[in-house]
Structure formats: C-alpha cells, structure tokens
C-alpha cells in the first residue's frame, strides 16, 4: 500500500497562485501509477481536477484547462498541481489520488481557500 500526503494548500486572493504537491510513500509504486487531484467545495460531491499518467500524459477538467496544470516528479514521488488565475470558485479541499493495479488510495487533502 502506498501513502499520500498533500501539501501547499493555504489562503489566497482571487488572481493568485498556489502549487500543491502530494508525496508517495513508495516509489516504485509512485512510478507506474495513474496520479490525479480532486476537489470538494463546501456543499458539493468531490469532483475530478486533472490527471497524470506514468507516461505524464495530463487531462484537465474544463473548468481548470488553461489555468492549472499538472506535473510529476518521479524521482521525488511528488505529483504539483500548480493553480494560477484563481478565483473564489476554486476554492476547496484538494485530494491527490493515485490508481494503481486495480487499487485506489486517496491523501487527506488540504484545503485551499480563495477570497474575493
């Protein structure tokens, strides 16, 4: 079984800019998963932000294409989510997921708040 801890979450003005990372405990599992970021606003289901293959083929869901993208470093077991031009629809509590051999784990998340 594999680990993930997010990081990065935090306080910003609309505008601004965040990095999330989320770290694996196991690189050799790090390494062949499909990695992805989710989001829960206050209220609503968690919804798919975007996804990484081990490839580091990236998908982004519409409402983020174009403002955060996605990387993977696997010498690190570190999947970034970097979040510019935010707005306060974006804010949330962002989970990093990584599926791997028929398995699915998920960090504890860490919220990201974005005032107005």
Known sequence: QVQLV???????QAGGSLRLSCAASRSTIFSISVMGWYRQAPGKQRSWVATITSDSDT????????????SRDNA?????????SLSPEDTAV????ARYLGREVWGQGTLVTVSS
């Open 6 to 12: 997010e990081s990065g979450g935090g306080l910003v």
């Open 59 to 70: 998908n982004y869901a519409d409402s983020v294409k174009g403002r955060f993208t996605i």
């Open 76 to 84: 690190k077991s570190t999947v970034y989510l970097q979040m510019n």
């Open 94 to 97: 962002y989970f990093c997921n």
